[in-house]
């Protein structure tokens, strides 16, 4: 059996992006690796940078501080390692 990390390194994502992705779709980070891979793999980059912008402006209506700085981080490292599908 795989274990967590296995699966995020073959993801091609980074813990945070995983999160958010999770957190977005409201669902288990395990589940959340398979669908961000299969999104990455799909063409679905650009999905997968509006879940992060969604859940920034979340947690900046929440006045969530620290959750918003960490989704930054996550958003500037997404484009980083995916330029060429995010615009």
Same mark, same amino acid.
Do not use: W
């Given at each position: @059996?795989?274990?967590y990390?296995?699966?995020?390194? @073959?993801?091609? %994502?980074?813990?945070?992006?995983?999160?958010?992705? &999770?957190? $977005?779709? $409201? @669902?288990?980070? @395990?589940? &959340?690796?398979?669908?961000?891979?299969?999104?990455?793999?799909?063409?679905?980059?650009? *999905?997968? !940078? *509006? =879940?992060?912008?969604? /859940?920034?402006?979340?947690? !900046? *209506?929440?006045? /969530?501080q620290? *959750? #918003? &700085?960490?989704?930054?981080?996550? %958003?500037?490292? =997404?484009? &980083?390692? $995916?330029? #060429?599908?995010? #615009?």
């Amino acid at each position: @059996m795989l274990t967590y990390e296995e699966c995020l390194e @073959m993801s091609d %994502l980074s813990a945070d992006e995983i999160s958010a992705i &999770a957190e $977005h779709e $409201h @669902m288990n980070p @395990m589940i &959340a690796v398979a669908l961000g891979h299969y999104l990455i793999t799909h063409d679905g980059e650009n *999905r997968i !940078k *509006r =879940f992060i912008l969604d /859940d920034i402006e979340r947690a !900046k *209506r929440c006045g /969530d501080q620290h *959750r #918003q &700085a960490l989704l930054n981080g996550a %958003l500037r490292h =997404f484009i &980083a390692t $995916h330029p #060429q599908h995010t #615009q």
